[in-house]
């Protein structure tokens, strides 16, 4: 199976700045698109933004202009990049990809275990 591990979350001041990563392993044959997904204790779980298997790249409204979303394909690794973090952003944070363990298999969901973000002074 695809193992996802999410890393880089903390506590951080409003203003601040933090940087994900999501490191895929396993039996992995291909990955084609990614995204980070968060989750605040009491709402519903939201998109906050997608990167396709060239690059492509997709942004909820409340992030778009402070969060970069990258990937290397290389290590399958998918990054967040979050710049002045306000609290709001406080979430847990969760990788997802979309992948195939074989050739002849179809792709499917991913779920890494999450890491939280809480912004707060």
């Known amino acids: 199976q695809v193992q996802l591990v999410e890393s880089g979350g903390g506590l951080v001041q409003p203003g601040g700045s933090l940087r994900l990563s999501c490191a895929a392993s396993?039996?992995?044959?291909?990955?084609?698109?990614m995204g980070w997904y968060r989750q605040a204790p009491g709402k519903q779980r939201e998109l906050v933004a997608t990167?396709?298997?060239?690059?492509?790249?997709n942004y909820a409204d409340s992030v778009k202009g402070r969060f970069t979303i990258s990937r290397d394909n290389a290590n399958n690794t998918m990054y967040l990049q979050m710049f002045n973090l306000k609290p709001e952003d406080t979430a847990v944070y969760y990788c997802?990809?979309?992948?195939?363990?074989?050739?002849?298999?179809?792709?499917?969901?991913?779920w890494g275990r999450g890491t939280q973000v809480t912004v707060s002074s």
């Open positions: 997802n990809a979309n992948a195939r363990l074989t050739w002849y298999s179809a792709f499917k969901d991913y």
């Open positions: 396993g039996s992995i044959f291909s990955i084609g698109a």
């Open positions: 990167i396709s298997s060239v690059g492509s790249t």
